[in-house]
T-cell receptor, first 111, second 113 residues
Framework: TQLLEQSPQFLSIQEGENLTVYCNSS?????LQWYRQEPGEGPVLLVT?????EVKKLKRLTFQFGDARKDSSLHITAAQPGDTGLYLC???????????FGAGTRLTVKP | ETGVTQTPRHLVMGMTNKKSLKCEQH?????MYWYKQSAKKPLELMFV???????ENNSVPSRFSPECPNSSHLFLHLHTLQPEDSALYLC????????????FGPGTRLTVT
């Protein structure tokens, strides 16, 4: 069974700080997605990365895909209270068509 | 706004009740999914439909019965549930089952008493 491990599980920071969360697997991803889920809502797709070493930016969010396509990181610059939520990574694996979700990182940004 | 709607948003039911969850997608997608989200656990894939045909059933108990009458609508019929079935039930759609980019509805928060 291919698993995605996300770290940290919980993160609480002050407004204006920077942070990085991680998504790791022992298997190679064919593609990887990051989602944000706010309380009482479904996950919302933020980005898809498919190429090893790829970096994508979405305003203050920077997504990086590892060279070996086994890990990814999400960096947020100058976090704001509106960034509060559960950040989920999900990916498909090269050797089958299964898609798996990580358990998520719950981020709280305090004003 | 994701283009995927779910009703009801909240549901409380007894263990002997029968109820149904509804999902509708307005994105023209061909694949639809049911997920269960429990606290501190990864999303659990329950069922996958491609063009109204069920293509995956991840060992889900028979007290959960999906129905996909067309590629825009998906139902989850519930009967004789257990308290441990209380969770957020999420519907999602994607262009097809080969696409990993899924678009989620807001979910139905289910409580079984």
């Amino acid at each position: 069974t291919q698993l995605l491990e996300q770290s940290p599980q919980f993160l609480s920071i002050q407004e204006g700080e920077n942070l990085t969360v991680y998504c790791n697997s022992s298997s190679v991803f064919s593609s990887l997605q990051w989602y944000r889920q706010e309380p009482g809502e479904g996950p919302v797709l933020l980005v898809t990365v498919v190429t090893g070493g790829e970096v994508k930016k979405l305003k203050r969010l920077t997504f990086q895909f590892g060279d070996a396509r086994k890990d990814s990181s999400l960096h947020i610059t100058a976090a704001q209270p509106g960034d509060t939520g559960l950040y989920l990574c999900a990916g498909g694996f090269e050797n089958n068509n299964d898609m798996r979700f990580g358990a998520g990182t719950r981020l709280t940004v305090k004003p | 706004e994701t283009g995927v709607t779910q009703t009801p948003r909240h549901l409380v039911m007894g263990m002997t009740n029968k109820k149904s969850l509804k999902c509708e997608q307005h994105l023209g997608h061909n694949a639809m999914y049911w997920y269960k989200q429990s606290a501190k656990k990864p999303l659990e894939l329950m069922f996958v439909y491609s063009l109204e045909e069920r293509v995956e059933n991840n060992s889900v108990p028979s007290r959960f019965s999906p129905e996909c009458p067309n590629s825009s609508h998906l139902f989850l019929h519930l009967h004789t549930l257990q308290p441990e079935d209380s969770a957020l039930y999420l519907c999602a759609s994607s262009q097809d089952t080969g696409s990993y980019e899924q678009y989620f509805g807001p979910g139905t928060r289910l409580t079984v008493t």
